[in-house]
Every structure is written in structure tokens, then in C-alpha cells.
């Protein structure tokens, strides 16, 4: 995905990515993706914590 800028920012399985109204997204990889997009007039967004591990 890329930010306002063009720049790639890597992101991950697992990663959200949250976009401001009107924002540019390109999004991409050089291998392929399978994402879930929601839209919406506004959304309540967990606060990120430590991720678990196995």
C-alpha cells in the first residue's frame, strides 16, 4: 500500500490499515493479496495491543 506520498508501506498479514475520507490508497503487492475493505461514515477502532503469540 502506498500513503499520499507514493511511498510503499509494507504491511502484513494481520495488519489493519486505516485510510482518512478522500485519501489516495493505492494498494498492491508483487506477489498478491486478499484484503477486506469496509467504508463507511465512521468507524470505532480498537486500540492496538502486544500481539499474541503460540
Not at 485519501?23 to 498478491?32: A, F, V
Not at 484484503?35 to 486500540?47: F, I, N, R
Request: aromatic letters at 2%.
Amino acid at each position: 500500500m502506498a500513503g499520499a506520498d507514493g511511498h510503499r508501506v509494507p504491511v502484513s498479514a494481520g495488519d489493519g490499515v486505516r485510510w482518512e475520507p478522500g485519501e489516495e490508497h493505492p494498494s498492491g503487492t508483487d506477489t498478491g493479496l486478499t484484503a477486506l475493505a469496509v467504508e463507511g461514515p465512521s468507524l470505532l477502532l480498537a486500540t492496538p495491543g502486544p500481539r499474541a503469540t503460540s
